[in-house]
């Protein structure tokens, strides 16, 4: 159960990157807005009902209780990367660009973007965990459902992959490993179930394709010709909490 689990989230990974053409341009896309396509809700759509279905369905209720059971059997000890690992995919993006490896959108786009899909994928966390009061696999607490680090390392995933997938598929595959692992490392550590992680996924997922939707009405609602931009993000860890601060000016 445990490789059928870890095939499952490496699947989530390549299906998603696989999906652009694999021919390198000669620059960016100049056209940079992402259009809406009723196949790119297909997958997400799919992850968010597998787990809601699943609080219901005593088959996928029985699937969360053999992984749990797998995992836990050769738990010696917990593992808290996926507390830092959830960030990594958008810090990359942020990484990248500092480094010169140019990607689709300046600074100021790519953080509305950012926070944009942020604010999306935050709000449907929270509610889902308010209004479920699933209890965790460790007891305890009663907001198991759905899990915020998958649906933040899965959001930042897809921004890496829509701001660098005309570079290299190379940083979308990464970036949706990187998620992968921090959905397998919050059930190893006894935190989530996989319905959990599976919504997660499928919320991060679609927040940042939401994002990209409606980000020329925002850019053109907000900024409109103005194309002068500073800002910058930082993560942020007081030894209990963990976060990111974002500032740009316009």
């Known amino acids: 159960m445990v490789k059928s689990t870890l095939l499952f989230l490496l699947f989530i990974s390549t299906h998603l990157v696989a999906r652009t053409n694999t021919s390198r341009p000669d620059s960016l896309n100049t056209t940079r807005d992402l259009k809406f396509k009723p196949a790119a809700v297909v997958l997400p759509s799919a992850l968010i009902t597998f787990g809601i279905v699943g609080m219901e369905s005593h088959f996928i209720k029985n699937m969360n209780s053999e992984v749990r059971e797998e995992l836990t059997e050769h738990i010696d000890e917990r593992l808290t990367v996926d507390d830092f690992s959830q960030y990594a995919p958008f810090v990359s993006v942020y990484a990248l660009n500092f480094a010169g490896v ?7 786009d790519r953080t509305t973007i950012l926070a944009t899909a942020y604010l999306l994928m935050g709000t449907s966390v929270n509610i889902l965990k308010s209004s479920t009061n699933n209890l965790r696999p460790d007891e305890s607490s009663r907001n198991s459902f759905p899990s915020g680090h998958t649906a933040t390392a899965f959001m930042g995933a897809e921004f890496l992959y829509q701001e660098y997938k005309d570079v290299s598929l190379w940083y979308g595959i990464a970036g949706y490993t990187i998620a ?57 860890y007081n030894g209990e909490q963990m976060g990111i601060g974002m500032a740009f000016t316009f």
Do not use: C, E, Q
């Not at 140019?102 to 100021?108: D, L, S, T």
């Not at 996989?194 to 927040?207: E, K, M, Q, R, V």
């Open 102 to 108: 140019k990607g689709k959108n300046n600074f100021r």
């Open 180 to 236: 992968a692992g921090t959905g397998f490392f919050r059930m190893y550590n006894n935190r989530h179930w996989l319905t959990d992680i599976a919504t997660g996924a499928g919320i991060g997922i679609f927040s940042t394709k939401i994002a990209y939707w409606v980000h020329p009405f925002i850019r053109k609602t907000l900024f409109k010709s103005n194309d002068n931009s500073a800002g910058t993000i930082v993560p942020y």
